[in-house]
């Protein structure tokens, strides 16, 4: 028999993503959690309307600590963590539903991202593998950006054939807002871990950023979006490394 599964999706304003994400979900998960950082759209509202969603509102903790949160208050073992802005594709939901799941296994999902309207292959952001539906008795969320699974003891993991479709920016200036955050935390993180502070890293890093993205990925086959996200993650490392650098001047 197919084991039960809970879902768990954290959300703020997600009213343009939620419908979406949880209508993909239905025939999957028994149960949806929702932890809600105070909406103040109609993200709750959304909810509301499918019966095996369990919304709880709370303070935001963090990426890991919330996701964490929401895993503890799931009913069932197995998880499928996913974003609001992400859906399970037919293929995958398919594929998923044929699983005979393993709890020595964590199962990953080739995720297909798209920018302002354009599914993007290359960039280096596809496949962009993630570890989506897993035994929560044996993992955790770590890291305050970009938060990545840990598991109490060795597992292996299963690709998951059929695409988790991320529709992560409806404008170019939703991208640059979210990687000035992301720079922001990051570079909290480098200097609580006493990184250094070469300044170099603020000159060079942004261009072989770019170069690495927009030539060596194969950003050019993107076309002028690929050359939009190979720009603004170059300037997402110029951001992450200034900061840096007045962290460590004002606490010098």
Not at 217 to 228: A, M, R, V
Request: aromatic residues 14%; positive net charge.
């Amino acid at each position: 028999m197919f084991p039960k599964i809970s879902a768990v999706i954290i959300t703020y304003n997600e009213e343009k993503n939620i419908r979406r994400c949880l209508a993909s979900l239905q025939g999957i998960a028994e149960e949806i959690v929702v932890v809600d950082s105070h909406s103040t759209d109609r993200t709750k509202e959304i909810c509301s309307q499918y019966e095996n969603v369990n919304f709880i509102s709370t303070d935001w903790k963090g990426f890991s600590d919330t996701k964490n949160y929401g895993n503890d208050i799931a009913k069932h073992s197995w998880i499928i963590s996913l974003d609001s802005d992400e859906e399970l594709s037919k293929e995958l939901k398919t594929n998923i539903a044929s699983l005979e799941l393993k709890e020595e296994n964590a199962y990953e999902f080739n995720r297909l991202t798209n920018y302002c309207g354009k599914w993007i292959k290359h960039c280096g952001w596809y496949p962009d593998i993630k570890v989506r539906l897993f035994n929560k008795s044996i993992t955790s969320w770590e890291g305050v950006v970009h938060e990545k699974l840990v598991y109490t003891k060795s597992i292996s993991t299963e690709l998951i054939i059929g695409d988790l479709n991320h529709y992560s920016y409806y404008t170019e200036q939703e991208h640059l807002d979210r990687l000035k955050k992301y720079a922001q935390l990051s570079a909290e993180e480098k200097f609580k871990a006493k990184k250094g502070n070469e300044n170099y890293k603020i000159i060079f890093s942004p261009i072989f950023k770019f170069i690495s993205v927009f030539f060596l990925k194969l950003g050019f086959l993107d076309g002028i979006t690929g050359f939009k996200i190979a720009k603004n993650e170059a300037k997402y490392n110029y951001w992450k490394y200034s900061i840096l650098k007045k962290l460590h001047q004002t606490n010098a």
